[in-house]
């Protein structure tokens, strides 16, 4: 009886449902009555949303075997044979950690759009068709069919900046829709020249295109187009301008979308695709993200302790943060990679939870100038405490999950023998001025906010109230996991530790092969990749 | 019941439990566990009794030789590393832990009278369980990567405290200091930590000596690296132990409240890093030039820390320097390879040294009544002086600690500061040199504390010395404080949950000395058997006497000196010294421009630095990024008749490239394969 349950419950099409579900039923909200208040809407979008949420979670018990690297949870379907389109889904360790996230975050970024009064039938419309988009672009295991919605997901991103932003809505809306519309051009061409390479007929399916033996200068040109598309993503500096418009001018529950998983995607893709299907290229790009991966955690760091803006001090945190992906997919190193991952993981929940915490904030002080708040806490003491809380997690407090990340990110780089020992320290020691700056700027942050004198002028002209039970609900729940996986964190690297042991395999192997046969003699790269004699 | 050693990980859970519930209720149900202060404080106080009563039962294990404990799981993995976390429990750590709780449980009992009408009583004590958990779980840390965690930990729980009067500004700058100051000997730490990672595979302190030794007989790693590595992670006791040049984040410290002036920045958090540096002894032993660096940063900072009291002002911050001196000298005994005596001196200036700073909370408390909630004033020895007569436990006990702290026997101060003297002495003279001239100073200054503050007549109504006090702090002075300086106490002594610890701390100030005499160490006996037998077997009186003797003369002459210029004021040091030598005195009462050139270079440096890269990032990156807008924009106007509007067409513009691409590459592909 158990068992024909059981067996019933792994043929159910998990993935297709967690995508279709929301984007099926946010077609129902037009036909909501439009009462202005938009109460109904609210529920129904938090419920569904919630649903989801249960379905990725059932997907992940029912159908998800942790120690099988491969793809899982498998659906294929003939979509459009001539374009060689097909509806492929499924999940391996990479995506599924990654879709859990997606939904978890957006439920409590439905929940987060509490306070939306201004079109929230659209609004609401535009997370739901947004949260099956996104599933999507981690689900999907098709190149041509990741291409199409990664684009779609451009589309109800552009409209919640365009429609619900800051004063400078339109600049950063259309600022990002052109960066990312733009270099996803690569995503297309790359996905086309990959899925024909050495056939008649297209095959755009990750299982095909990872068992093709490119040439190593198709991988290369390959590689350079995707990192540029992905790059925009994460972002890696200088690509990443577009951010702190976009995230300077978004509302909280967008912001927390943006950072909690628009950013995952380009880490995602990434893996996926840089280190993955081109594993000759990442062999001799890997010092370059390295490299990036530092710029960016210094850069951003020292840009964010410049900014007086909070919005976009924490949009440079956000990106100083995703250097250490950059450094773990970088590393050869499972614990490097695995660290990547898991960094990921772990500042979607931190940058959400941080980003929230901006919006709950201007909703009461109407300002994010630094300079125009001081001694907010005498007032918002729980909101003092769940700031002091989120930053601490921020700035890799040991207990939390950023700590673990930056740390295996960290000592998997450091131990890993493929670079060489002078590039290790220097860029380890690089990095880990990273440690220094953090605090400084988000403590810096905290100080001028909530600490010292109460400003007479913003306690005159605005209400401070403290934080309600829905915000605290909110951080709490992002908390838990926070300090969850801070405290062990197996309990997530678990679900992608094969899958990611399999992908370095793979690319330490086309290391391996680079060194040994010397095809790239004479190039910089490989003097950095030559194994260090110790 | 199992013996306490095996369950010793519940020592720092008992007091998390308290913590996370009394923090779960100030979020949640935030007026009414206000209301029922009584009963969070004492539910707290016994979660840290129960450890407390564990820890003691561990120690007197470990005392009669029930053998070391360690257990480990694995707590994360990849590929094929593992970092085990879990716990040990040995001699050292069971001192430690005994320690800690007896000082946090008394520190917990004072604070209930220290913190009464505090609003954030609660908080507060929440804080404290918090922080005690977090130093427990330092203590039983059986690897690197653990004490890093805890490490981290304990300085967080130090933030939180230091910056606990979160309306004053000058509270959040230190917090803010202390958290990034110490991160600098954290990157450090974590740098060494990783290094020695690679270059043993291990986290575990006896195992990473045993493979750094190793690998330096095989050759496998230079020299210069493994010395490189075990500097780096000397940065952290740096920073956390106060030594020069990262000291300057503990004087400032003294901005949290005064119980945690006693807990955290004199007797248990300050000493982490002595401990780290002790746990490390395996590894630093190898290397006689990194203990040379350590001792040498000791007696640097021992110097410091004494010299820059001398001038000092504030009650607390003079205390603050004593701290710091005292913790070179544990440094230097490290540096000496005697962490027995580096130990045993921690041991000891925790018990007197909290009770100091104990001691000045009750004063403080007491100068409120008269000069109003202002540091600047309650702190300031200029405006005490006199209160022996009405605090008659306070001053017995700070004079208990004065002589304990100058070294005099019987006292606990002398025997464990004699063992480092000793040490020094036989290691590196020149170091015992600097050590000895600092106990007379540690003497003299402490008894300048001791006369200003509870001798003479009492200073605290003059309303003009007030006021100047006032100026030169240039702290405004807004209606809040004018109106608390109408109202006027009296000096009177502290209420019995803060004189109760006094006089309990005052016990172990006398007599916890004896654990240590030289010829019968005790605590030699437990922490390190083979060593104290060979010591004990050593010890000849001729050459104890001669140094013993050197020692307290020069305490001796510390405190005359002392007692002619603070008590009858038959000399005036400002006349004798500070006239003659104005740039000495400058130097001094600027804490050696230390505190300058920090600001300058550093805090406005990276201010600058910042200021410049996001200059960079809105003008030159996205200005580049606005430019090709405009250029397209341009551009498109151009295009504009170009394009047909037709999907096909463009389709057909993309197919094309496409084709080329796979034409170019397409055809080369069976050549590689």
């Known amino acids: ?534 | 019941m199992p013996q306490a050693s095996e369950i010793a990980w519940l020592i720092p859970v008992f007091p998390l439990i308290g913590a996370v519930l009394s923090g779960l209720g100030l979020i949640s149900i935030n007026k009414k566990i206000n209301n029922s202060r009584e009963i969070v404080s004492v539910g707290l106080i016994s979660f840290v009794g129960i450890s407390a009563v564990i820890s003691y039962k561990a120690l007197i294990e470990q005392v009669n030789g029930y053998q070391s404990v360690e257990k480990l799981f694995v707590w994360a993995n990849a590929g094929d590393f593992t970092i085990p976390m879990g716990f040990v429990l040995d001699p050292l750590g069971s001192v430690m832990l005994a320690l800690v709780t007896t000082i946090t449980l008394l520190v917990m009992i004072y604070s209930h009278g220290y913190m009464a009408h505090d609003k954030g009583y609660v908080r507060f004590f929440t804080y404290l369980a918090l922080f005690s958990s977090s130093m427990m779980g330092l203590i039983v840390s059986p690897n690197l990567l653990e004490i890093y965690v805890f490490w981290e930990l304990v300085g967080m729980c130090s933030y939180l405290l230091v910056g606990f009067w979160y309306d004053r500004d000058g509270a959040a700058h230190a917090a803010q200091k202390a958290f990034v100051v110490n991160r600098v000997g954290d990157f450090g730490l974590l740098l060494g930590i990783l290094g020695l990672f690679w270059a043993t595979n291990s986290f575990d302190f006896n195992e990473i000596a045993i493979g750094i030794s190793q690998s330096i007989s095989e050759n496998s790693i230079p020299i210069w690296a493994a010395l490189l590595l075990c500097f780096l992670v000397f940065l952290g006791p740096m920073a956390k132990s106060a030594q020069f040049p990262l000291h300057v984040w503990l004087p400032d410290a003294m901005e949290g409240p005064t119980p945690i002036s006693a807990l955290i920045h004199a007797a248990t958090m300050v000493a982490a890093g002595i401990f780290l540096v002790a746990r490390l002894q395996p590894l630093y032993s190898i290397f006689p030039s990194i203990q040379f660096i350590i001792a040498l940063v000791g007696s640097i900072t021992c110097f410091l820390g004494a010299s820059i009291a001398l001038t000092q002002m504030d009650l607390k911050k003079g205390l603050a320097y004593s701290t710091v001196s005292q913790l070179g000298y544990m440094m230097l005994a490290m540096g000496c390879g005697a962490p027995v005596a580096g130990i045993f001196h921690l041991v000891t200036h925790a018990c007197f040294k909290a009770m100091l700073f104990l001691g000045s909370g009750s004063v403080i408390h007491a100068m409120e009544e008269v000069v109003g909630h202002q540091p600047v004033l309650a702190q300031d020895m200029r405006l005490m002086g006199g209160l022996r007569k009405k605090m008659p436990y306070t001053s017995t006990t700070f004079l208990i600690g004065c002589v304990a702290i100058s070294g005099i026997p019987p006292l606990a101060g002398f025997w464990s500061k004699d063992e480092i003297l000793g040490n020094a002495f036989i290691s590196f003279p020149a170091f015992w040199f600097v050590g000895l001239i600092t106990a007379g100073m540690t003497a003299f200054y402490m008894f300048r504390l001791y006369f200003l503050t509870f001798e003479g007549d009492f200073r605290g109504e003059n309303k003009e010395l007030q006021k100047e006090l006032l100026i030169a702090s240039k702290t405004n002075l807004d209606e809040e404080n004018e109106e608390e300086h109408k109202e006027h106490g009296s000096i009177h002594e502290s209420p019995w949950s803060m004189t109760f610890p006094l006089v309990f701390l005052a016990v172990p100030s006398v007599i916890i000395g004896f654990m240590g005499l030289p010829w019968d160490s005790k605590i030699a006996n437990l922490l390190d058997p083979e060593e104290a037998e060979i010591a004990s077997k050593a010890f000849e009186l001729i050459e104890f006497l001669p140094l013993a003797i050197a020692s307290v003369l020069i305490a001796l002459a510390g405190i005359i000196v002392a007692y002619q210029a603070y008590f009858i004021k038959k000399i005036n040091l400002s006349v004798l010294f500070a006239e003659k030598f104005p740039s000495i005195n400058h130097f001094l009462s600027n804490k050696w421009y230390l505190d300058d050139i920090n600001e300058k270079l550093f805090v406005k440096g990276s201010r600058k630095l910042a200021k410049e890269v996001l200059e960079v990032d809105s003008k030159v990156v996205d200005g580049v990024v606005n430019l090709t807008g405009l250029v397209t924009l341009g551009s498109g106007e151009g295009l504009k008749y170009f394009e047909t509007g037709r999907a096909q067409f463009y389709a057909l513009i993309v197919f094309g490239g496409v084709i080329l691409l796979v034409a170019i590459f397409g055809f080369q592909s069976p050549q590689v394969s």
């Open chain 1, 1 to 534: 009886m158990l068992g024909t349950l059981g067996a019933g419950l792994s043929n159910f099409p998990w993935l297709s449902a967690s995508i279709l579900f929301p984007i099926g039923s946010s077609f129902v909200i037009p036909f909501f009555p439009d009462k202005g208040d938009g109460k109904e809407v609210r529920w129904f979008a938090l419920s569904i949303a919630l649903i989801t949420f249960l379905i990725t979670v059932g997907s992940y018990i029912n159908g998800f075997d942790i120690s099988n690297e491969n793809v899982q949870l498998k659906e294929n379907i003939s979509w459009l044979p001539d374009l060689g389109l097909t509806w492929s889904v499924g999940a391996d360790g990479m995506s599924m950690p990654l879709i859990l996230l997606t939904s978890f975050i957006t439920a409590l970024a439905v929940l987060a759009a509490w306070p939306v009064k201004f079109k929230p039938k659209l609004f609401f419309f535009l997370i739901l068709v947004m949260d099956g988009g996104q599933i999507a672009v981690f689900a999907v295991q098709d190149m041509l069919l990741f291409f199409l919605t990664w684009e779609l997901e451009l589309i109800p991103v552009y409209l919640l900046l365009a429609i619900w932003g800051g004063k400078n809505r339109q600049y950063a809306a259309t600022k990002f829709i052109i960066y990312t519309a733009g270099s996803s051009i690569f995503i297309l061409l790359a996905a086309l020249a990959m899925g024909f390479y050495g056939t008649e007929i297209p095959n755009f399916e990750f299982s095909h295109l990872a068992a093709q033996d490119f040439s190593q200068k198709f991988q290369i040109l390959c590689y350079v187009g995707l990192l540029i598309a992905f790059g925009v993503k994460l972002p890696i500096v200088p690509l990443h301008t577009w951010l702190p418009d976009a995230h300077g001018e978004a509302t909280a529950p967008v912001h927390m979308l943006l950072a909690g998983i628009l950013l995952k995607m380009g880490g995602y893709a990434l893996l996926r695709f840089n280190a993955q299907l081109l594993p000759v290229a990442h062999a001799q790009f890997a010092p370059l993200l390295i490299v990036l991966g530092v710029v960016n955690i210094i850069y951003a760091a020292l840009t964010s302790f410049a900014q007086r803006n909070l919005k976009r001090k924490i949009a440079y945190s956000s990106i100083s943060h995703m250097g250490f992906v950059l450094i773990g997919i970088g590393s050869f190193s499972s614990l490097g990679t695995s660290g990547a991952m898991l960094q990921m993981v772990s500042h979607g929940l931190i940058g959400a939870s941080l980003f929230f915490l901006v919006g709950a904030t201007y909703d009461r002080t109407k300002t994010l100038k630094l300079d125009e708040m001081s001694g907010v806490g005498q007032k918002m003491r729980i909101m003092f405490a769940l700031w002091t809380a989120c930053s601490l997690a921020s700035l890799a407090l040991p207990g939390m999950s950023g700590f673990v990340s930056e740390l295996m990110v960290f000592t998997g780089f450091v131990t890993d023998e493929v670079y060489t020992l002078p590039f290790r320290v220097a860029m380890a020691s690089l990095a880990a001025i990273g440690v220094i700056l953090t605090p400084i700027y988000l403590l810096s942050m905290l100080r001028e906010i909530f600490f010292g004198k109460e400003n007479p002028k913003l306690i005159e002209e605005r209400k401070l109230i403290d934080a309600e039970p829905r915000e605290v609900y909110i951080i709490a729940c992002l908390l838990l996991p926070i300090i969850g996986i801070g405290l062990y964190p197996r309990l997530v690297t678990e679900s992608y530790i094969a899958s990611i042991n399999n992908l370095v395999d793979r690319d330490l192997t086309a290391v391996k092969g680079a060194v040994k046969t010397n095809i790239f003699s004479g190039t910089k790269t490989n003097e950095i990749l030559k194994a260090p004699k110790i």
